[in-house]
């Protein structure tokens, strides 16, 4: 097992502040949004200190919008070191995308055309955020809803691509491979099989809103269970991978969503030894 494993943890929401604090839930460790923690002091920080001594963490952006053609932000990238220097995060991650256009964030997450010449922009611009915060970056996959016509492979060859290229690593996101490929018409089980497992270091699980004709990433509802059946299929490819339930509206009781989060520990119990027995019984 990976050194850098560390179990199943959630994402850390203002409403459950002070009951991680006063129940000290059966949580391996916390995601936070890098972006949420960007400020000098106030409650924000007092909390994220206060659960950071009983808790790992990893950081989590949603801005770095490394996709773009516009320069990198680095006052931001500044701010984001200034952070992880207090956080001390297993990691930092954000997603492969970009986000705005002239300075105006669009406050979404936007797909990139999969193509040579975004590959080379974006791993280079990966290269650059990675000398800055001195540590490696994981990128997470996007759901999507719209296609490039220049495009010229999968987003599942695009990706593989610019991690190999930057030398990061990956945040799969179990969902938004789902999400897509119900919006694109693709079988999620061949990109599952089609990403390097060396470069997979955490995986999101959340819940979408299904409108029939597509699939949005709204992380509003509970793990649907297709996409639980996804991610067993990716635990018998990829092995334990430190796995966290992501809910950002319509946010439950933190014991629901332990709950919830108890049933990937089980999953992944179960899968794994079976995904152990077939190892031994084909050495």
Known sequence: MSNHYLGFGLGLRTPHFQDVLETQPDVDWFEIISENFMVAGGKPKYYLHAIRERYPMVMHGVSMSIGSTEPLDKDYLKQLKQLANEVQPAWISDHLC?????????????????TEEAINHVAERIIQVQ??????????????????????????????????????LMLLDINNIYVSSRNHH??????????N???????????HSDVGTHVIDTHDHDVCDSVWALYRQALHRFGPISTMIERDDNIPPLQQLVDELNIARQLAATTLQDRSVREVAYS
């Open 186 to 195: 693709f079988d999620p089980e061949t990109y599952l099989n089609a990403i």
């Open 98 to 114: 970009w986000t705005g256009l002239d300075g105006i964030n669009s406050h979404d997450l936007l797909p990139l055309p999969y």
């Open 197 to 207: 497992p060396a470069r997979v270091r955490q995986f999101h699980l959340a819940g």
């Open 131 to 168: 000398d800055i915060l001195g540590r490696q970056l994981l990128l997470e996959n996007v759901s999507s809803y719209l296609s490039y016509t220049d495009s010229a492979m999968s987003e599942w060859t695009f990706y593989n691509a610019v991690v190999e290229r930057a030398d990061c």
